[in-house]
C-alpha cells in the first residue's frame, strides 16, 4: 500500500485508533494533536505552493492547455473543492465565478481570470477552509463529515476530509509544475 493509501487508512479508522490509546488520555491527547498538526501543517503548505504558482506563472502559460486542464483551472479546482471537503451536508457553497463545470474538470474554461481574480477567490476559499480547520478539536476529527459523505458516497469522518483536502492542494502544485516545465519555466518545487 502506498504512503497515502497508508495514512487515508490510518484517518479513517481514527476512532479505532484512539478507542485503542483509551488507556492513557495523554497518549490519546498527543497522538491526535500531532495529526491534526502534520495534515493542518501540510495543508498550509500546499496552498502556499498553489499562490506560489500564481506568482510564478507566465501570462504565456496561465490560460494553455497541457495535460488535459488549463493551468489557471488546476488552482481554481483546488480552490473551489475547498467545499467539497469542509461544507455541511446542507451547507450553501461559496459562488463557482468561472463555473461548477470548469472546477471539476467537466467543461473548458470560456474565460480566463486575472492572476488578481484568481488570488480573490483563492483567499475566499483560503478564509472558509481555514474557519473549519479552527472548529476542529479532537472530538470533531472523529466525527463522520456528513456533507463529504454524501458527495462521495462512502463514509468519511472529519480526519479524512482533513487529509483528502490536504493532499489535494500538493497533488495540482506538481500538475502545475508538470506544466511549467513542459513549457520551459521553473516549477515551485
Not at 14 to 26: D, F, M, R, V
Not at 37 to 64: H, S, Y
Not at 91 to 118: I, N, Q, R
Request: net charge neutral; hydrophobic share 45%; glycine share 8%.
Amino acid at each position: 500500500m502506498c504512503f497515502i493509501g497508508k495514512l487515508l487508512y490510518y484517518v479513517c479508522n481514527l476512532a479505532n485508533i484512539i478507542e485503542s490509546l483509551k488507556g492513557s488520555k495523554t497518549q490519546e491527547a498527543v497522538f491526535v494533536k500531532a495529526v491534526t498538526e502534520t495534515l493542518r501543517a501540510n495543508f498550509d503548505q500546499g496552498w502556499g505552493l498553489l499562490m506560489k504558482e500564481i506568482d510564478v506563472c507566465p501570462e504565456a502559460v496561465w490560460g494553455k492547455k497541457a495535460g488535459g486542464f488549463v493551468f489557471w483551472q488546476q488552482i481554481y479546482h483546488c480552490c473551489w473543492a475547498v467545499d467539497l471537503f469542509t461544507l455541511p451536508k446542507n451547507g450553501t457553497p461559496e459562488a463557482a465565478p468561472w463555473g461548477e463545470d470548469v472546477a471539476g474538470f467537466k467543461a473548458e474554461p470560456k474565460k480566463t481570470p486575472s492572476k488578481a481574480e484568481l488570488r480573490a477567490y483563492a483567499a475566499k476559499m483560503k478564509a472558509r477552509a481555514d474557519a473549519w480547520l479552527a472548529a476542529l478539536d479532537d472530538a470533531a476529527l472523529i466525527q463522520p463529515n456528513e456533507g463529504l459523505t454524501a458527495r462521495w458516497g462512502a463514509p468519511m469522518n472529519n480526519a479524512a476530509a482533513l487529509a483528502l483536502m490536504s493532499g489535494h492542494s500538493s497533488y495540482h502544485v506538481g500538475s502545475c509544475d508538470a506544466i511549467l516545465r513542459d513549457n520551459g519555466e521553473k516549477g515551485v518545487l
